[in-house]
C-alpha cells in the first residue's frame, strides 16, 4: 500500500468505525504493511523461506483485519 492509501484508511477508519475496531484496523494494517516491507526485502535478499514465513503472516494480518471490519458490519 502506498503511504496515500494507508492515509485514506486511517482517515476513513476514524470517521465510520467505532474507536475501538478503528484501532485494531490500523494496528493490522500497519502489521501487514511491515511485514510487506519486510518480505520485499527477505525476497531482493533472495531468502526464499523468510519471505515464505513472512507471505503466511501478512495473510493472517490481512484475514484478521477483514474479520474485524467483517464482525463490525
Known amino acids: ?3 496515500g492509501a494507508a492515509v485514506v484508511v486511517v482517515i476513513m477508519v476514524q470517521v465510520t468505525l467505532p474507536q ?3 484501532e485494531v ?3 493490522e494494517e ?3 504493511e511491515l511485514v510487506r516491507t519486510a518480505k520485499e ?3 531482493k535478499d533472495q531468502d526464499f ?3 515464505a ?3 503466511d503472516r501478512e ?3 490481512k484475514e484478521k483485519l477483514e474479520r474485524v471490519l467483517a464482525e463490525w458490519k
Open 53 to 55: 514465513q513472512l507471505r
Open 49 to 51: 523461506e523468510g519471505a
Open 41 to 43: 526485502q527477505a525476497i
Open 59 to 61: 495473510k493472517q494480518a
Open 25 to 27: 484496523a490500523i494496528s
Open 20 to 22: 475501538e475496531v478503528g
Open 1 to 3: 500500500m502506498e503511504v
Open 30 to 32: 500497519a502489521e501487514v
